[in-house]
């Protein structure tokens, strides 16, 4: 089993890595933390207690608020993706003030929030005491404010470390710009210091988040929950949903697709970005991957916010992770079938519990 700490800011594509987290047989999802990102920070924490309760979450599983902003920038939000709550157009989520939803925010005895910060601090230390092999991975599928702070601020920390897994960059192509994406471009600062800390980093940019579409076939698994490729005429209705789940998530896909299509002209449906980070820890023979040294752009004329990724070696890398090395492993291609099915099963397990 891989012992993962989410760090995340839901979006409706961080609500399926969520979803993930929690029904991927061998995952062990230790804890959750939220940054600014998608939408305020506030919205971006209970987004992550809603998503927890919805999903049927173990009650141990909390919680921790983070950054409100970026180390350097000012934060920015993406509205026109994820609308101004950061999860829009979804339905059949618990409310904002459901106590169901707000006793998964990590409170200390004196009733405060505990922060992302301490969050994981006391989980990845508490984990790591239980022996050699319980290392835990850090997924990051928002800006990386949080997990920059933690580098920096508990270095001891890192031996407790498999791995960082973020979803964010591009090879050559972007979303914010020609070539910066949302997570790199809302706080590069961080970004870097991710890809300098001494441990093995591996990025999903979207190159590879963009193979992974929802088509209107797919959609109509997570409706159904049946198999069949068949009639995905858009000129066809949709199946009503089998479950409340199902409608739940078929509400996220269909205002993820429209946004999609209205912002980046995404015809055949929207990538799930951030899910992908989840797969990748569980299974990573599905993805092919090649390790570079990535650098991100701070100040560039037409680029700041770019993952710079070295492809052909132009430098001389040792064989460290961190600042003089090879620095991450890019992963360059995913098996979609098998990672839809893969989600597609998490929704049939969290449907049954
Ligand atoms: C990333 O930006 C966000 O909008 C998504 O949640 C994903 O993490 C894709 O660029
Ligand atoms: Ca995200």
Redesign the pocket.
């Known amino acids: 089993t891989k012992n993962i700490w989410l760090d995340c800011?839901p979006?409706h594509?961080?609500v399926t890595a969520i979803l993930l987290a929690l029904y991927l047989p061998n995952i062990n999802l230790l804890g959750i933390s939220t940054t600014h990102?998608?939408a305020g920070h506030h919205y971006c924490a209970i987004n992550a207690a809603r998503s927890l309760v919805a999903f049927g979450a173990d009650e141990r599983i909390l919680v921790y608020p983070g950054a409100p902003k970026p180390l350097v920038l000012h934060a920015q939000h993406?509205p026109s993706?994820?609308g101004v709550d950061g999860l829009g157009g979804v339905e059949g989520l618990p409310a904002v003030d459901d106590p169901a939803v707000l006793s998964r925010i990590a409170k200390d005895l004196q009733g405060e929030n505990i922060r992302a910060l301490d969050g994981m601090r006391m989980h990845i230390k508490e984990t790591w005491k239980n022996g050699s092999d319980s290392k835990v991975s850090i997924i990051s599928?928002?800006p990386m404010t949080n997990v920059a702070l933690f580098v920096t601020v508990y270095p001891e920390l890192l031996d407790a470390v498999e791995q960082f897994v973020f979803?964010?960059g591009g090879v050559g192509l972007g979303?914010m710009g020609p070539a910066s994406?949302?997570?790199i471009m809302c706080d590069p600062h961080a970004a870097q210091i991710v890809l300098d800390a001494h441990a093995k980093v591996v990025m999903v940019p979207?190159n590879v988040?963009h193979t992974a579409i929802v088509t209107r076939a797919i959609h109509k698994q997570f409706l159904t929950g049946e198999s069949t490729l068949t009639s995905s005429n858009p000129a066809t209705p949709l199946p009503p949903a089998k479950t409340p789940l199902r409608h739940t998530l078929s509400t996220l896909i269909t205002f993820f697709t429209e946004t999609y299509k209205a912002v980046f002209g995404f015809n055949d449906g929207p990538p799930l970005?951030?899910a992908l980070t989840v797969a990748y820890i569980s299974c990573p023979d599905l993805f092919k991957a090649t390790r570079f040294r990535v650098d991100v752009e701070m100040n560039g004329r037409h680029t700041t916010g770019e993952t710079v990724v070295d492809i052909f070696n132009f430098h001389q890398y040792d064989s460290s992770w961190g600042p003089r090395g090879k620095n991450c492993l890019v992963t360059e291609a995913i098996d979609v079938d098998k990672f839809f099915a893969m989600l597609l099963e998490c929704v049939q397990k969290c449907d049954t519990v």
């Open positions: 800011d979006g594509d961080d990102g998608n993406a993706i994820h599928t928002g979803m964010g979303n994406e949302f997570n979207i988040s970005h951030d």
